[in-house]
């Protein structure tokens, strides 16, 4: 019995850049405003909003997606949108496979993608970085593709379960 796990995370380095200059830009006004002389800011409200600006960007870093192949089927989990595994039976399941895809033009980016702007139709997405990912066909017509960075690891695993499709 050949069992697949992944934990990926935001962690990469232009996401980190990013999210560090644009805390840098409401950070400096909040400071320059705090320290006019005829500021009507008390100390409170510029901590506190000093507070929300850090915990929204460091909310990025607890972002977690959680993968497991095994004989019930593909489970995953996009923490902290998702509280719960999510299970997909190999029952419900017509084709499973590994590929590259386009993020950004297929899905809108990474994260939790589909069903809003970008690819309308039945096709999610949920993936962190990278442009490789177990592309699932649903027996229902959806279509879920989970992103990975085990790409070798997962085609293994997903042909040793290639029986358990019907």
């Known amino acids: 019995m050949k069992i697949f796990k992944e934990e990926q995370h935001f962690r990469q380095t232009w996401l980190v850049v ?3 200059i644009a805390s840098i ?6 400071i320059k405003k705090y320290l006019k002389e005829d500021t009507t800011l008390s100390t409170q409200e510029f901590l506190i909003t000093i507070g929300v600006i850090i915990v929204s960007i460091s909310l990025f870093f607890f972002f977690k997606l959680t993968t497991r192949i095994d004989e019930k089927g593909i489970h995953y989990q996009f923490f902290p949108l998702h509280f719960k ?8 399941i017509s084709r499973a496979y590994v590929r590259t895809y386009y993020p950004i033009s297929e899905f809108g980016g990474w994260g939790l993608r589909g069903g809003f ?48 499709i019907n």
Do not use: C, H
């Not at 830009?25 to 909040?30: D, G, L, R, Y």
């Open 85 to 92: 595994v999510k299970t997909i039976p190999w029952n419900t």
């Open 25 to 30: 830009v409401p950070v400096t006004m909040m």
């Open 117 to 164: 702007f970008f690819n309308k139709g039945k096709e999610k997405a949920v993936n962190v970085s990278g442009d490789i990912g177990i592309q699932l066909i649903l027996k229902n017509g959806k279509k879920l593709l989970i992103g990975t960075q085990k790409k070798e690891e997962a085609k293994r695993v997903l042909e040793t379960y290639n029986s358990k």
């Open 18 to 20: 990013v999210l560090i």
